[in-house]
């Protein structure tokens, strides 16, 4: 029997909900291919300023450095909403990626043949939506210094600061390469090189990277003819790469091309034998927290992606994904995602339903 240790890190609103379904879909999956899943669990963000004063404490951070992967739930909501805040819930996500060194987020976006009809968007232009988002993690504006706020003259000021280093971006630029060589072969690398020193210079390092994936489409996109084409005509689109606030944005418009956010998972990854860290992208989602019809799909499909990318379980992933999209596809559907005047199911039953035919193959 396999063994495999996991850091639960629920977080809060929706977040402690849904990781409970991703943790009894695992067990089924252990069930069937006879694998065994330890769990170490704490609190981050919002439930761990309660607790502790701090969105992440260090020791929380070793917990999962010992680990063989990270489940993550979400963090943040309107009781620690306070933007004159010097401790906030997103502090958690923030330092869990810095200190395990993730650089890549990983984000799948397919259309499933259920949900084409959930879209603003024209069944054809929806239907044939099949990507994998690249978004560099651990650099840019987010992470730049200087990052402050002061007061000069009567006037308030602020700055954060846009920097990369050729390493931070050869690393996801050569990982956005290799992802699309397993695919369709194109790769879209977004900047905003008519503007911004840091997009020129992931431009170039892009093309010198490119002579090494002769094999490789390479095209070159700014962000905001990116954004428009991700409308336009997203099934043109394969491995998306970018940098780390230009990913944020773009995997969330890219998420409602597929119908709801609450069916796309992540994955955060760092180099070779580092530990893994899987997220759904809906955050806390505070008007529904509590009330039992938050989408589990999303993490449950982050539990697959951590059975495919930290475990080396392929097999596994594709159970639990298929069993999702049999489920979903039968016409058992969320709230977010059932037809007006239809009787949505919750999470726990979702959750059931989806681990049973986990169980049964």
């Known amino acids: 029997m396999a063994h495999y240790r996991i850091a639960l890190l629920p977080g809060d609103g929706i977040g402690v909900e849904v990781i409970g379904e991703a943790v009894r879909v ?8 006879d694998h065994s899943f330890e769990y170490s669990e704490d609190l981050v963000g919002g439930a761990s300023i309660d607790a502790h004063g701090v969105a992440l404490r260090e020791e929380t951070l070793e917990m999962c450095r010992a680990q063989d992967a990270v489940l993550f739930g979400a963090v943040g909501g309107p009781k620690w909403d306070d933007p ?51 978004r560099e993690l651990t650099g840019g504006i987010y992470f730049g210094e200087p990052q402050r706020r002061w007061e000069e003259g009567g006037q308030r000021h602020a700055v954060d600061t846009l920097a990369y280093s050729e390493e931070e971006v050869e690393r996801i630029v050569r990982l956005g390469f290799e992802t699309a060589r397993g695919r369709r072969g194109l790769l879209t690398s977004v900047d905003k090189a008519n503007i911004l020193d840091t997009s020129r210079m992931w431009r170039e390092i892009t093309e010198e990277i490119a002579s090494d994936y002769p094999d490789v489409t390479l095209e070159h996109r700014l962000v905001d003819a990116c954004a428009m084409d991700l409308i336009r005509h997203p099934a043109w689109f394969d491995v998306i790469v970018t940098e780390n606030m230009f990913g944020d944005i773009l995997t969330d418009e890219a998420s409602m091309l597929a119908g709801s956010m609450g069916m796309l998972p ?13 997220e759904p992208i809906h955050g806390t989602a505070p008007d529904i927290a509590g009330q039992g019809i938050a989408n589990p799909a999303a993490m449950i499909l982050s539990a697959a992606l951590m059975l495919r990318y930290s475990l080396n379980l392929e097999a ?13 596809a039968a016409g058992n559907l969320p709230a977010d995602l059932a037809a007006a005047g239809s009787e949505p199911l919750g999470t726990e039953v979702l959750g059931e339903l989806i681990a049973e035919r986990v169980a049964r193959g």
Do not use: C
């Open 266 to 278: 992540s994955a955060s990854l760092g180099a070779a034998g580092s530990v893994g860290m899987y």
């Open 84 to 134: 004159a805040a010097t401790v906030r819930p997103e502090q958690a996500i923030l330092g869990l990626r810095k200190g395990l060194g993730l650089f890549a987020n990983i984000r799948p976006v397919k259309m499933l043949p259920f949900l084409v009809d959930s879209t603003p968007l024209k069944r054809e232009t929806v239907e044939a939506i099949d990507m994998v988002v690249l």
């Open 316 to 328: 596994e992933a594709a159970v639990v994904e298929a069993a999702v999209s049999e489920v979903f």
């Open 26 to 33: 695992l067990a089924a999956v252990g069930g069937r291919f």
